[in-house]
């Protein structure tokens, strides 16, 4: 008999997220070993079609549509309450969602109201013998754990961002629209009145290249440096935790242990020794470049191209070459 | 005020991690073991917050082994008036009945506040917050990182996402995550660490919060199936020189091999 598997969509800047659509590649994945229906729930407020459009591009079964005022923004107490109340009803064997911010929260408290077991932050995600399997970054990513949900009923996980590609979109549209009544929430829970987007450039954990710099910056003006060339790569600009310490950038471009976790194609390590909190957040990169002036720094031993030097004078070269690259010189 | 922390022992992130021969756990011989760091933000966040309220206290709690009696040691000496420890039932580490058993002696306590770290460097599942909320029947936020009492009992918090912030509006008693960046936490000083060394620290049994052995093994709702070090990279390629031929070399490797730009 085939196995209902709920997926949980997020938004971002009214657009579905992209962790979103790679949870339900993680689906598909799964749905390979077994029998799976595979939907997606979709809440939030004035929905028109065009919201979830691509949702009805996945080659998935069904999409949930439900359509109130408490899904304006992301409310963890209506959203569970949601998802509990439509769990009464159509007994699904799986959840999944991303383990963005929104998913750390919503999944631990639905399996605690679920009284159901999680598989949290997983990379990899797989059912074997009537068994739910992960496996999982543990020691801040320095050790993968492999768990099984030993527990009845709804099983749930959420599943890292940028692990999973995005699925292919098909163009023939066989997924079905329900819509769901919610009656809204009348709880005590954390209610959002602002919301900030105060990141200036791109996020670093979605960008395809990101050159990041380290106390070898020396300032938060010489950043520039690093901005130049991220600009001419169509890149992002990362930070280790000493430059974030130093005022030079924000937390929310710091990569590793306490800051972000990111998997670009490339990354350019400039003047960051590679301390292990550091290399935990970026060492899944495709492609390592790391220029520092001491060979024997750590991320010199991991990188793929190991540029000894002075970042002050290698830098405005490697920038200069793409520029020329660009220009068509 | 009545405000709880909630914290844990766990391995100094600088530290060498390695895997048993059973595959099964780390070697924690010989590992230093330190407070969670997320757990230090909670910790300064429930002081700070304790000292601007006349009349409040502060407690801090810890399911642990006995060793793990320095972290409440070191957050006694940071400021937190007192400290229970409960004794760690052993099996399976997880979320779940973690959280549960934390619950059940939070249950018994009036609290209008309990603090978390945004998660911990062991497990790093980020849930016992979330759980041990739900299990009180109490809302939620996590990744906290400016935090303000606006009333007699609410609050006005922002909550760190991937793009920005949310400014939070909740009210009390509610469960909080904190980020970095909420606070810099104190380091405890010498002579409050030797005072707080004196302190009686009360254990809590599994068996006293009234759980049966049964009801802990229905708890444990996931099985760890083995650990493994994540691949090592292929060893890579050390370019040394004059810059100019240095950087050429760099440039035609990531065009032509990497293909990456
Ligand atoms: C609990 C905990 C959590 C942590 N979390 C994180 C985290 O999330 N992210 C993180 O990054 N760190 C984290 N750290 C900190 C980490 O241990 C390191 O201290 C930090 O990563 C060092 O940053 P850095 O490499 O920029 O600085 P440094 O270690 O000071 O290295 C600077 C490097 O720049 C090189 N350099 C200097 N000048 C030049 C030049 N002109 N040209 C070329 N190279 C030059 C030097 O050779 C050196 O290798 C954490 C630490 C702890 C204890």
């Known amino acids: 008999m085939s196995q209902r598997l709920w997926t949980i969509v997020f938004t971002k800047d009214d657009k579905i997220s992209r962790e979103s659509l790679e949870v339900i590649s993680a689906a598909k994945q799964m749905g390979k070993d077994i029998d799976l229906t595979i939907e997606a729930i979709f809440a939030g407020h004035k929905i028109s079609v065009e919201d979830y459009r691509e949702l009805l591009h996945q080659g998935i079964d069904r999409v949930y549509i439900i359509d109130h005022k408490d899904f304006r923004d992301f409310n963890l107490g209506a959203m569970k309450e949601l998802i509990s109340e439509m769990a009464e009803k159509y007994s699904p064997s799986i959840i999944l969602m991303p383990a963005n911010v929104y998913g750390k929260e919503l999944a631990p408290s639905l399996s605690g109201m679920l009284k159901t077991g999680l598989l949290a932050d997983c990379i990899e995600i797989r059912h074997r013998d009537g068994f739910l399997e992960c496996t999982r970054p543990i020691y801040a990513g320095r050790i993968l754990s492999k768990v099984k949900l030993d527990c009845d009923g709804v099983k749930i996980a959420s599943i890292r961002p940028h692990v999973y590609p995005v699925p292919e979109t098909v163009d023939e549209v066989t997924t079905e629209v329900e819509i769901v009544q919610y009656n809204g929430f009348s709880g005590a829970g954390a209610v959002i009145r602002e919301i900030q987007e105060t990141l200036g450039g791109m996020d670093i954990s979605e960008a395809n290249i990101i050159v990041s710099g380290g106390k070898g910056m020396k300032s938060a003006e010489n950043f520039a440096l690093l901005e130049d060339l991220a600009r001419l790569l169509g890149g992002a600009v990362g930070a280790s935790r000493s430059a974030v310490d130093e005022g030079w950038r924000p937390h929310h471009d710091q990569v590793g242990q306490t800051g972000k976790v990111v998997m670009p194609d490339l990354y350019i390590a400039c003047g960051i020794s590679g301390a292990v909190q550091h290399l935990v957040g970026m060492n899944r990169s495709k492609c390592i470049v790391a220029i520092n002036k001491d060979p024997d720094a750590p991320i010199m031993k991991i990188a793929d191209y190991a540029i000894v030097g002075d970042l002050f004078e290698m830098i405005p070269i490697l920038t200069e070459k793409f520029r020329k690259c660009r220009t068509g010189g | ?261």
């Open chain 2, 1 to 261: 005020m009545n405000i709880c922390v909630l914290t844990k022992q766990v391995p100094d992130t600088d530290s060498s991690i390695r895997i048993n021969d059973l595959s099964d756990d780390i070697v924690l011989d010989g590992l230093k073991m330190i407070m969670n760091p997320y757990d230090e933000y909670a910790v300064e966040e429930a002081v700070k917050t304790c000292q601007s309220i006349p009349g409040s206290k502060s407690t801090v709690m810890t399911l642990g082994e006995g060793s793990s009696k320095s972290i409440l040691i070191t957050s006694l000496a940071m400021g937190m008036d007192e400290a229970v420890r409960i004794e760690d039932p052993g099996g399976e580490e997880d979320c779940y009945k973690t959280a549960i058993i934390l619950s059940r002696v939070l249950g018994e306590m009036d609290f209008d506040l309990i603090f978390v770290g945004k998660s911990a460097f062991d497990d790093n599942a980020s849930s016992v917050g979330a759980l041990v909320a739900e299990f009180l029947g109490v809302p939620y936020v996590s990744n906290v990182v400016k935090f303000e009492i606006t009333g007699d009992d609410s609050l006005k918090i922002h909550r760190e996402k991937e793009s920005g912030a949310d400014v939070v509006c909740v009210s009390l008693p509610c469960v909080i995550s904190c980020e970095k960046g909420l606070n810099r936490p104190r380091y405890p000083k010498l002579m409050k660490l030797m005072k707080a060394n004196k302190k009686n620290i009360p254990v809590r049994s599994i068996d006293s919060l009234g759980f049966t052995d049964v009801e802990i093994n229905g708890f444990e709702k996931t099985k760890t199936l083995g650990l493994i070090t994540p691949p090592c990279r292929p060893p890579g390629k050390m370019l040394e020189g004059e810059p100019e031929e240095v950087i050429s070399e760099l440039f035609r490797e990531l065009r032509e091999v990497v293909k990456v730009v």
